[in-house]
């Protein structure tokens, strides 16, 4: 304990004499200059302009700057070839920066005097024009993104353009894609690599179908990519599927709600039913079982109606009770009427048709257990 107590001391001292040193050098120390005052507002100013909705967050001298180089050609140093045998000029230097494949595409067009010729044959000369603008400033036109989001979509992935990949993918993300266009939509994403707007296509064709296969589009699709084809036909009969399983589960899960109304109003007495020209008040007027409403006009047209054997309302009711016999386990001591007379019925019927109503009544059980453990009490006044 001494060694150790000595070593504190020894370190304390050193503490205390650091300290003092240090409290000493800070008194000499300047006071920082105040931070700039630019505000996150003064920012987003440039946000809101109209005539470059680029939305980015520079100041808006800066953007203009940049743009004004662009169009004025300053110093330029590289010729942008187009159709019809027009140019416009750009700086190699900013091309390089903004696009990674730029340099050796560059590099190996440099002529003896140094200046560097790139050629974009194929392509709208707007589009290109648009493209090395956004290169400089990430500036653009709102109408004229729209109208050559396309071309502009296969540039920014040629020459991995990020920023304006995501400008475009948003402007056909909204509203852009219809049923005429979806098809070439989705095969120019697929080759650029835009997973959400492959995605949003692969769902219009899904949603319409009908509609989707009718087009030009999709007859060239057939005969130029059967693949594509195959897959689309894939998914529309996979969601065909899964939208026949949810409805299925659906009606099952209202069958079960329903038989269990229908229990709920025999054996305990529902009390939100009254005559139908009283009007309930306050809590008389809800009832914990959504289907107890329903099922109380059924019944009291089962009672009143003097011609069940054609009537279709009388014929799902009977139906009804029929169910709710396959599921109860009392034979004495059920309330709800005509279960026991539908149990003796159920003896004397085949065994195809039996197997159906029971078969019927596990799917509705099932419905009931994917409600989970809250209604698990109301579920147990089933059987």
């Excluded at 920082?32 to 630019?38: D, K, N």
């Excluded at 109408?143 to 475009?168: A, D, G, I, Q, T």
């Excluded at 034979?331 to 065994?351: A, H, T, W, Y």
């Amino acid at each position: 304990f001494k060694n150790c107590n000595i070593i504190y001391s020894q370190v304390t001292g050193f503490d205390s004499m650091a300290s003092s040193e240090v409290s000493t050098c800070a008194k000499n120390i300047p006071k920082p200059p105040p931070l700039p005052r630019v505000t996150y507002r003064g920012l987003q100013a440039s946000r809101s302009k109209p005539s470059s909705s680029s939305s980015r967050l520079v100041p808006r001298e800066t953007v203009e700057t940049w743009d004004k180089l662009f169009k004025q050609g300053t110093g330029a140093d590289t010729y942008v070839e187009v159709d019809n045998k027009s140019h416009f000029l750009a700086h190699s230097y900013i091309l390089a920066a903004a696009s990674p494949v730029m340099p050796q595409l560059l590099h190996q067009s440099r002529d003896k005097k140094g200046n560097s010729h790139l050629k974009f044959l194929g392509v709208p000369q707007e589009a290109v024009y648009m493209f090395i603008r956004f290169l400089y400033s990430c500036s653009y036109e709102e109408e004229e993104m729209k109208k050559f989001v396309l071309p502009l979509l296969v540039l920014s992935h040629c020459y991995s353009v990020p920023s304006l990949k995501r400008v475009c993918v948003e402007v056909l993300g909204q509203g852009w894609i219809n049923k005429e266009n979806v098809i070439d939509v989705l095969q120019l994403a697929r080759s650029c690599d835009a997973a959400r707007i492959s995605f949003l296509c692969t769902s219009m064709v899904i949603r319409d179908f009908k509609s989707v296969s009718s087009t030009e589009g999709w007859k060239v699709m057939t005969r130029g990519d059967r693949k594509l084809e195959q897959e689309l036909l894939e998914a529309v009969v996979e969601a065909d599927a899964r939208r026949k399983k949810v409805e299925e589960r659906r009606m099952y899960l209202e069958l079960y709600e329903a038989v269990e109304a229908l229990v709920h109003i025999y054996r305990e007495g529902c009390g939100t039913i009254g005559p139908r020209d009283k009007a309930l008040k306050g809590r008389e007027s809800v009832c914990e079982f959504s289907a107890c409403k329903g099922v109380e006009g059924g019944l009291r047209h089962f009672l009143g109606c003097k011609s069940r054997a054609s009537c279709g309302h009388c014929k799902r009711m009977w139906q009804l009770i029929q169910l709710h016999s396959c599921l109860c386990d009392g034979f004495d001591s059920c309330e709800v009427p005509l279960c026991r007379n539908f149990k003796e019925q159920m003896k004397k019927i085949g065994k195809r048709e039996e197997s159906k109503w029971r078969l019927l009544a596990e799917h509705v059980i099932a419905a009931g257990n994917r409600l989970g453990p809250f209604s698990f009490s109301r579920r147990s006044a089933l059987i």
